[in-house]
């Protein structure tokens, strides 16, 4: 056997296992999106960490960022996908800020980590430009999501957040970027094996977030 192929396929169980450890690590439950503990950051560091933590400590948002970026690697000039959700995430936050509401947010959030992953394993997925919309859609509610942290700051604070999750997501991204495009060394007429385990970690953590979500509207818990 060749052994560019066994080191190839040790290479991409590898890296399939290296995804699914770093959601584990870095995994907590869906209501502890919120690095100060639930308090509203009150100045320029509180704001910045807040900011950091937020698109980190929740599964769901990071499993999103990673997917994106692997999106970016995968597409000619696909830097366009994480780019379009970052700005939009902004957009989401200001939304919130804004006081105007938007429907269904963990659903949404949830379904488009499941979207992603199921597109990201499927042997075809949609053009650069479809992806771009779509990733500008999902960034709207994940930034929406992101605001709550942040409701009811002041001005330093809330800037602080906003260059936070930005420079995190953008760092988080541009490392799936970099490693997807190890992995397809440069070759993007299909979904490598690797990418495509990838997809399916990305695509579990989806569904479990949805159904979640899901059967909490469905059926909700009573408040006490």
């Given at each position: 056997m060749n052994l560019s192929k066994i080191f190839a396929s040790v290479q991409s169980k590898a890296l399939a296992i290296a995804f699914a450890f770093s959601f584990l690590v870095f995994?907590?439950?869906?209501?502890?999106h919120h690095a100060m503990g639930g308090k509203t950051p009150s100045n320029f560091f509180e704001g910045f960490l807040s900011g950091l933590a937020h698109p980190v400590i929740g599964v769901d948002h990071l499993a999103f960022i990673v997917v994106v970026g692997l999106f970016a690697a995968l597409k000619p000039q696909g830097i366009f996908i994480p780019l379009s959700f970052v700005l939009s995430a902004m957009l989401g936050t200001g939304i919130h800020l804004l006081g105007v509401s938007l429907p269904v947010?963990?659903?949404?959030?949830?379904?488009?980590?499941l979207l992603f992953g199921i597109l990201l394993a499927a042997k075809n997925s949609p053009n650069l430009l479809v992806m771009v919309a779509l990733s500008a859609v999902a960034g709207l509610f994940h930034g929406y999501a992101y605001g709550e942290?942040?409701?009811?700051?002041?001005?330093?604070?809330?800037?602080?957040?906003?260059?936070?999750?930005t420079t995190i997501q953008l760092?988080?991204?541009s490392a799936a970027f970099f490693v997807g495009q190890k992995v397809l060394q440069g070759d993007f007429s299909q979904v490598s094996p690797s990418l495509k385990s990838a997809g399916l970690v990305?695509?579990?953590?989806?569904?479990?977030?949805?159904?979640?979500?899901?059967?909490?509207?469905i059926l909700p818990v009573p408040k006490g």
């Open positions: 995994a907590s439950p869906a209501s502890a947010v963990e659903l949404i959030v949830s379904g488009s980590i942290a942040i409701f009811g700051a002041q001005t330093t604070a809330l800037v602080a957040y906003l260059v936070g999750f760092v988080i991204s990305i695509c579990g953590i989806g569904a479990a977030f949805f159904a979640s979500n899901l059967s909490s509207l």
